[in-house]
């Protein structure tokens, strides 16, 4: 009996230590497996929101089913307990949105992780330990007063701004996305940021910006603040640019001008010209900011003055003016461009493919009008049947109103009443009518064809810019004369040398004014008398064949003052065919012409002091006497296109026309739109 009692104590004992050891493991187990803890080197960080909000966000525990925020204020004294002023749950996340806390009042911020597990069925939590707390203010960091400047001459932004004192300063680069990617960070409030290949930062491409964001934050051990993002600032390539717009200038040659300056502040540039009329600047041409900074002007008319400047417009404007930067002026004379002048040759020419002759294109013909594209090796190089070809420029004419623009002036009155007069007579059939050959020479605008070897021109260019030097500007009555009107001209002042010449002059000058011969008793005062008065004959003063007019090396000029536009007077009219115009009558404005031209190494004529003629070009060049007259008519080229001209000087717009065999259409401006 014994024996069994041993044996149920030992079961009994046997039985307790395991119903306690089941009580055991299933209290222990479970308990243990919900334990979880707070990382001890996490950082709670606080971010203010653009609406304000603050939102907190803490670092996750090894487990949590939901995690216990609290926020304490300090107990007072040793006894006492924190009092808590916020305690909320949240399940599945480590973030959230602060409730409005007590202002100017530390907090303790606590954080713990709450596992949930099960004991005999029943439900039971084991919190964190330890839990993650600081205490902290929540003074939100804020940044003021943000401030900046650009020095273009260094590529650097100054930036100055205030804040907290303990706080510093994170600022960011924004991305098109609008996220922003950390740049650095200060704890004073400026900071400098270099642009350029030397800089943190690339210098923005034009109409790009690099933008700047800026936000207050604080630091202490287990916890980051950080203030709203500040609207920041946006630098782009205007504010790291200058405003010194360098204008530079090179001749291209044949009145052609290239411009070019600095990049500098604004959206676009503008390329202007002074009008010397209305004395305003016009603007010939527009270059976008990011375009290639160059302006090449087209052909210049001869012998004038152009003053250019380049503006820069848009963006940050200068105080007082509509520019964001303004250039120098860059003033400059153009000079004699044979470049879409007409020219006649003098005789029919070979052609070449090219300046050095190397093979035929054909043949072009005398007296035929044709528009210079470019001149090369004495060559000048003009359009035949559709293709470019060079023809020898030193049997040609060249219209000098076209080689020489407004370095001379033009009257040629053969095409409108000719002057040619017997010291102030009329000579019946010649002086007032269009002399023959000159028909097409007065163009419907008003303008004069003038036609001169291209040789004798040059001469005449060194001439009319030494005349300029002197104050005068050479003005020219007549030049090539087709031998038409000189044997016209001749047979018709010949069978009125013996007629008495008439009671009143042509011009209305009184008689006695002339000091004219006296006849013998008996005798009558005739042409013949006034021309000659005995010592010189009619071939003095006119060609009875060929005249160096007709070979294109002539011209028949005065002088008038430049500043006011009036002739010099001479001792005689020009085109006055007597006795009072030859050169030993010369009064002091005859002999400055006449100092001009042979200075220039033309030769003169006795016997008409407003003749000079290229004695070089006669001996050393053989030309042919031209007896018809030239005309305008032909294709004319400038930098815009081609037009065709008439033999008026007109030129075809907004239609179609037929030109020799083919058909051709002409916009508004003339320009030909199929060829």
Request: proline residues 4%; glycine residues 8%; negative net charge.
């Amino acid at each position: 009996m014994a024996k069994y009692r041993k044996w149920v104590l030992l079961g009994i004992a046997a039985a307790l230590v395991i119903s306690i050891a089941v009580v055991a493991f299933g209290v222990y187990l479970p308990y243990r497996g919900a334990g979880s803890a707070m990382p001890q080197t996490g950082e709670f960080i606080i971010t203010q929101q653009k609406d304000g909000t603050l939102v907190l966000h803490w670092p996750e525990a090894d487990q949590a089913d939901r995690y216990r925020l609290e926020f304490l204020l300090p107990a007072e004294t040793e006894d006492a307990e924190p009092e808590v002023v916020y305690r909320n749950f949240f399940t599945g996340s480590t973030e959230c949105v602060l409730p409005r806390l007590p202002e100017n009042r530390e907090l303790i911020m606590r954080v713990c992780a709450e596992v949930e597990y099960r004991v005999f069925g029943q439900k039971r939590i084991r919190v964190s330990d330890p839990a993650m707390e600081v205490t902290t203010d929540f003074q939100i960091p804020v940044i003021t007063n943000l401030q900046w400047t650009a020095d273009p001459d260094t590529d650097t932004v100054s930036i100055s701004f205030q804040m907290r004192e303990g706080d510093s300063c994170r600022y960011d680069l924004v991305g098109s996305d609008g996220e922003g990617t950390e740049l650095g960070r200060v704890d004073t409030g400026s900071l400098e940021l270099h642009f350029g290949d030397d800089g943190a930062l690339p210098v923005p491409e034009f109409g790009e910006c690099c933008t700047l964001s800026f936000r207050a934050m604080r630091e202490k051990p287990g916890l980051k603040f950080y203030g709203t993002q500040s609207a920041g600032l946006t630098v782009t390539r205007d504010d790291l640019l200058d405003r010194n717009l360098n204008l530079q200038c090179v001749d291209q040659g044949n009145n052609v001008f290239a411009l070019t300056w600095d990049e500098t502040k604004g959206e676009h540039y503008e390329v202007q010209l002074l009008d010397t009329d209305s004395i305003q600047w016009q603007t010939v041409a527009q270059i976008a900011g990011d375009g290639e900074r160059r302006y090449t002007s087209p052909h210049l008319a001869p012998f004038g003055n152009f003053t250019y400047r380049v503006v820069a417009v848009g963006g940050q404007t200068m105080e007082d003016s509509p520019y964001a930067a303004v250039s120098d002026e860059i003033a400059y004379a153009s000079g004699a461009s044979a470049v879409f002048a007409t020219i006649w040759p003098v005789k029919d020419l070979e052609a070449f493919r090219d300046s050095g002759r190397t093979e035929s294109m054909g043949t072009v013909n005398a007296c035929t009008a044709y528009c210079v594209l470019g001149e090369q090796d004495g060559m000048f190089c003009i359009r035949l049947n559709g293709e470019t070809c060079y023809i020898d420029s030193s049997y040609c004419l060249i219209n000098l109103s076209e080689y020489l623009g407004t370095l001379c002036r033009y009257e040629i009155t053969n095409s409108v009443a000719s002057i040619y007069m017997v010291h102030e007579f009329e000579i019946p059939d010649v002086t007032g009518v269009v002399t023959a050959g000159y028909e097409n020479v007065r163009l419907s605008d008003g303008s004069y064809l003038v036609p001169l070897l291209y040789p004798t021109a040059q001469k005449l260019a060194s001439a009319g810019q030494a005349a300029v030097e002197q104050g005068y500007r050479l003005k020219i009555y007549d030049s090539f004369r087709p031998n038409k009107a000189t044997q016209q001209i001749y047979q018709l002042t010949e069978k009125i040398l013996e007629d008495p010449v008439p009671e009143q002059t042509y011009t209305g000058v009184q008689t006695d004014e002339l000091k004219l011969p006296e006849p013998e008793d008996g005798e009558v005062l005739t042409y013949h008398m006034v021309m000659t008065n005995g010592k010189y004959g009619l071939n003095y003063f006119l060609a009875k064949g060929r005249s160096m007019h007709n070979l294109g090396i002539a011209l028949d000029l005065t002088l008038e003052d430049l500043a006011t536009g009036r002739e010099i007077t001479m001792q005689t009219a020009i085109h006055d065919l007597s006795c009072y115009s030859v050169l030993s009558q010369n009064n002091s404005g005859a002999n400055t012409l006449a100092k001009i031209m042979k200075g220039a190494g033309f030769g003169d004529l006795i016997s008409e002091w407003w003749h000079f003629q290229d004695n070089e070009a006669r001996a050393s060049l053989s030309l042919p006497t031209i007896y018809h007259g030239v005309s305008a008519e032909c294709w004319m080229a400038d930098d815009y296109g081609w037009k065709y001209r008439t033999r008026k000087g007109t030129y075809y717009t907004g239609e179609t026309v037929t030109i020799g065999d083919s058909v051709f259409s002409f916009d508004e401006n003339g320009y030909v739109i199929t060829r």
